[in-house]
């Protein structure tokens, strides 16, 4: 139970103030807040009493678009989406549209997409990307940052082991048929799409590589 003493000092206007226990908590938290990961310019212009949204601010780090300041919206603005009877074939879809299909519970169980198409407008996109040229930078560490990203070498991917054995049961399968080696679910057990399918076995060296 607590003392009188206690309670008017809750009840008065000094307790709004954090006490000296709660001050020494407080710096103890910001000593123990992880180092900042990044390059050194970064590190030496980033200030840790502020937040990240001011130092991103502060060193020209923010996009252009509006941030939005209320709860998001995005539940609200939901569609439900209609369901496509799972016999429809795949040879019936527009191009440039996509296909759920759905089994009797409405379980998700494929997503047919025009794979050459997609890839088509990703390169467009890039293209369109490389018309606008680059923006130029407005503050000293968003030009130092970058220097760094265009003097960066790309970096090599490997296939792993387990997706090399995967890999070479499909191409052993159906050699270069990537469709039919995305319409094998048993194999296929990670549901990957034609287009993700040949981009796999380009990474792991082609399908002559990988043919036993």
Do not use: C
């Not at 025009?114 to 407008?121: I, K, P, S, T, V």
């Amino acid at each position: 139970m607590a003392n009188p003493r206690q309670r008017n000092k809750a009840k008065s206007s000094r307790s709004h103030k954090p006490s000296l226990n709660a001050k020494r908590r407080m710096h103890q938290k910001l000593r123990k807040a992880p180092p900042l990961k990044g390059p050194e310019v970064l590190q030496e212009k980033w200030d840790k009493k502020k937040t990240v949204f001011q130092n991103y601010a502060a060193l020209g780090l923010l996009p252009s678009i509006p941030v939005p300041k209320g709860p998001s919206t995005s539940r609200s603005q939901r569609v439900k989406l209609p369901e496509v009877p799972a016999e429809i074939e795949a040879e019936n879809v527009k191009v440039g549209f996509g296909r759920i299909i759905r089994d009797e519970e409405g379980n998700v169980i494929d997503i047919i997409i025009d794979e050459d198409e997609q890839e088509q407008e990703e390169q467009i996109e890039v293209d369109e990307e490389k018309k606008m040229g680059p923006v130029e930078a407005k503050t000293e560490v968003v030009k130092r940052l970058e220097e760094l990203a265009a003097s960066a070498a790309p970096v090599k991917r490997h296939s792993s082991m387990s997706e090399r054995t995967w890999l070479q049961q499909l191409v052993d399968k159906y050699g270069d048929d990537t469709e039919k080696m995305a319409r094998d679910r048993k194999l296929n057990v990670w549901q990957k799409s034609e287009g993700e399918i040949k981009r796999m076995i380009k990474k792991a060296g082609g399908a002559q590589l990988l043919r036993k």
